[in-house]
């Protein structure tokens, strides 16, 4: 069965870094596009950063630009986003996401003093 495990999260101050992982298995890693989206208290699910399955372009949300990046490695299945200079506002549950259709269990990340 399909499963995305995510890890790297945790508690981090502001202007901090982390780097989020997500080992995929059970479908076509190398096909698939990926994501990471996030989910703030109250707030809705958004999207925060995508990456082609193909040729790899990326899309990342105009809140997290300059700031965060996405990329994968094919031959390990993960995908990782690289999060740098975190804002208190980044505090949420990061999702990895596979094909727009697959979740992980998510991830927790905090930014605070």
């Known amino acids: 069965q399909v499963q995305l495990v995510e890890s790297g999260g945790g508690l981090v101050q502001p202007g901090g870094s982390l780097r989020l992982s997500c080992a995929a298995s059970?479908?076509?890693?190398?096909?698939?596009?990926m994501a990471w989206f996030r989910q703030a208290p109250g707030k809705e699910r958004e999207l925060v950063a995508s990456?082609?399955?193909?040729?790899?372009?990326?899309i990342h949300a105009d809140s997290v630009k300059g700031r965060f990046t996405i990329s994968r490695d094919n031959a390990k299945k993960t995908v990782y986003l690289q999060m740098n200079s975190l804002k208190s506002e980044d505090t949420a549950v990061y999702y990895c996401?596979?094909?727009?259709?697959?979740w992980g269990q998510g991830i927790q990340v905090t930014v605070s003093s």
């Open positions: 996401n596979a094909r727009r259709f697959f």
């Open positions: 990456i082609a399955a193909v040729g790899g372009s990326t």
């Open positions: 059970g479908f076509t890693f190398s096909t698939s596009s």
